[in-house]
């Protein structure tokens, strides 16, 4: 009793880590995933351009020996001669920077939300390639009992055989089986250091770093209605956001573009410095300006930059509708599959498999009576494979396609 207890705890206790390694893993890749980081670094580059456009132009300061004769360069041999100081500052546009910083923002927020929809997808591939390898490992598992089955039929045609009651061509059937039985065990190897792979890229670590899987992985129940996905998705969807955002950014920067048009001032102050020339007594000159750039087709620009921003917040908005169609149709293909795959796994789970095993077990008692033939125990075996891996199939597709709604609704379902 104590033994089996310990057994127990044993195995909840692997369990319980096998689980928390589908959350380890996602909580990795959000972390250090390359890509994620690279959108991290371009949030901050957009955020440091966001105080970048309101800042004004250096000052410029000029100093200018001017106007001494060219044979002798000093001073004070001509009343024009001097030393200018100058200082200018530009001045932008009253409305300019705060329309340029609106419309640095808008790109930001764009960024964030691309950012937002890359966390949701990474998570969503994580989860399905967490799940398919479940599938591979068990199908591993499965497979390896049936060639351990399939042994025990080759025990039990060979003492018919030696009594004369059989003939050789079934053993050398159900060794065919047993071999390609045995060969899939590579295959499921192979897909599994896949699928390992995948994770181990996707969390940035060692791919060949071992990902345990769960003990067990029961069947996940659908959503009914398929509007309540929809409405998820419409509340939730970072690509919806980024879209909507993507838009709205355009049409602050084709209002930006409009006020470009606009000139800069730019101020400027002067102070000449003299020496005394002849009856000149040298007296040093104040001067002060603006300076405006002439508008050679400045607006004809501008206006043309103007039309380019708000054509592409129409084609975001276009977009956004898009995206919404394939969404809908997604959800509702996920939906009808994951239903289906339910359905498929408690049919097969309490009725087809259970009875599958009590007919493989009756055809072969009735087989070593001499009461059943050799087809009938050949096609039990086939049979109950073949149940036992739809079982498989059909539990973990309703586990793939809740991550697949997931992904596209933008939020992980609750139970």
């Keep these: 009793m104590w033994f089996l207890f310990f057994v127990w705890l044993i195995l909840a206790a692997s369990g319980a880590c096998a689980a928390d390694d589908l959350q380890t893993l996602i909580r990795r890749a ?20 966001t105080r970048a456009v309101q800042v004004w132009m250096d000052p410029v300061l000029s100093i200018e020996y001017s106007n001494v004769p060219h044979d002798s360069l000093s001073l004070g041999e001509s009343a024009m001669s001097g030393i200018q100081f100058r200082l200018a500052q530009q001045i932008p546009f009253p409305g300019k920077n705060e329309r340029r910083r609106l419309a640095a923002e808008g790109q930001y927020r764009v960024k964030r939300w691309e ?10 591939l994580i989860k399905k390639a967490y799940y398919q390898l479940y599938l591979i490992r068990e199908l591993k ?8 089955l399939v042994e025990e039929l080759i025990a039990a045609v060979k003492a018919r055989y030696e009594a004369g009651k059989a003939r050789q061509f079934y053993l050398s059937r159900l060794e065919n089986l047993r071999d390609k039985l045995v060969d899939d065990l590579s295959d499921f190897d192979q897909k599994d250091r896949e699928l390992v792979a995948t994770l181990n890229a996707a969390a940035h670590q060692k791919v060949t770093t071992p990902v345990a899987s769960p003990n067990e992985l029961k069947p996940f129940s659908p959503p009914t209605s398929l509007n309540r996905l929809v409405a998820l998705a419409l509340e939730n969807r970072p690509l919806l956001k980024r879209e909507k955002e993507l838009a709205r950014a355009q049409r602050l920067a084709a209002e930006a573009a409009g006020w470009e048009r606009w000139p800069d001032i730019t101020l400027w102050a002067g102070y000449r410095y003299r020496r005394p020339a002849g009856v000149d007594p040298g007296t040093d000159f104040v001067s002060i ?13 501008f206006k043309a930059r103007r039309q380019q921003y708000l054509a592409e917040a129409q084609a975001a908005e276009a977009r956004y509708l898009s995206f919404l169609d394939d969404i ?13 795959a339910a359905s498929k796994a408690r049919f097969y789970g309490r009725s087809l498999v259970p009875q599958a095993r009590e007919t493989l077990e009756a055809t072969l008692f009735a087989y070593q009576t001499g009461k059943a033939d050799f087809e009938s125990l050949f096609k039990a075996e086939l049979e109950l494979l073949d149940f036992e891996r739809t079982l ?24």
């Design 328 to 340: 809908k149709a997604g959800l509702e293909a996920s939906l009808s599959a994951w239903q289906r």
């Design 289 to 301: 300006g603006v300076s405006v750039p002439l508008p050679f087709d400045y607006k004809g620009r």
């Design 30 to 49: 959000l972390e250090v995933n390359p890509q994620i980081e690279s959108l991290k670094a371009q949030l901050k580059a957009l955020e440091a351009r």
């Design 141 to 148: 598992k499965l497979t390896a009992e049936h060639v351990q």
């Design 115 to 124: 950012l937002e929809e890359t966390k949701v997808q990474l998570r969503s």
């Design 392 to 415: 498989l199939r059909a539990t973990v597709e309703t586990a793939i396609r809740r991550a697949e709604i997931e992904g596209l609704v933008g939020l992980e379902l609750k139970p």
